[in-house]
């Protein structure tokens, strides 16, 4: 059983402490919602309430502890070099030249604003060395982020018409106007679906469908599975990268022939705030 099996376990049987053994008194039945302490009150005294309140903080806090000290031991002890592949299963969503020697996946999320920035580079990039390069887009939506998971979904949708790039740009060039809308399959039909020659109504059953929303679930388990806490998060050539990558970087990485010299700034990641980034399918 690996640390996070251990802490679940632990939980489960801390929980199942908390419903039936409140105490070191050995109850014998579990709590019935605001009416829990009564019996327990006119046994042994008003007092004793508090206590049951303070055993029960004691198990949570020592709960959040230890869930942060595995965390911690995961991403110090996550790989830096692997093959992606065999973590995130067949390949979609790809640019460039499949068949291109140098691969680039990256887990990213529509509504990060880091993640907006360096796509704008990238685009410029894969213009440029796009037959050399092969570049794969896998979703990290952020807990944080309302809309990631519906932006996610109607890239997606899209994707099933073969318009998937299209929506990818165009929901990054247009992040300010929709991340704090309250979203929809027909909000991103209106906004962008009609423009790219979308049929709505397959548009609105695909974004809706259990088939898309397992892709974008898959794609983040998987960010899980590899210990990810950021976006945007590449792998170049199976290298992990955290966060923006100027232009001369990856010519020097890749080992590619310059053109023309353009100079791009490196850009901070988005952190997850959360204490598990996994979701699982």
Known sequence: MDEVGLIAHFLIDRLHAVQHRCTPFGLAQPRRGKGDYRWFTRLHGVGNRHLVKSRVGVIAGTLVLLAGIVLVVRLIDAPTDLNVN?????????????????????????QCPACAAVDRDFRGFIEEFGSSVSFEYRHFTLPQHANALPSAYAAEAAGNQGKFWE????????????????????????????????????????YNSDEVRQKVADDTFAASRLRLDST?????????????INREGLIKLLGLTVTTPVSTPELSPTVVQTDDVSQAP
């Open 232 to 244: 945007p998060t590449f792998f170049i050539n199976g290298k992990k990268q955290v966060g923006g």
């Open 86 to 110: 065999d973590t995130i299963g067949p390949r979609r969503n790809v640019i460039g030249s499949p068949e291109a020697p140098n691969v680039i996946v990256e887990f990213s999320d529509f």
């Open 167 to 206: 929506a990818h740009n165009w929901l990054f060039d247009n992040q300010s106007v929709w991340e704090d809308e309250t979203t929809s399959a027909e909000y991103f039909y209106a906004q962008f679906g009609s423009s790219l020659g979308l049929d709505e109504e397959r548009f609105v059953k695909d």
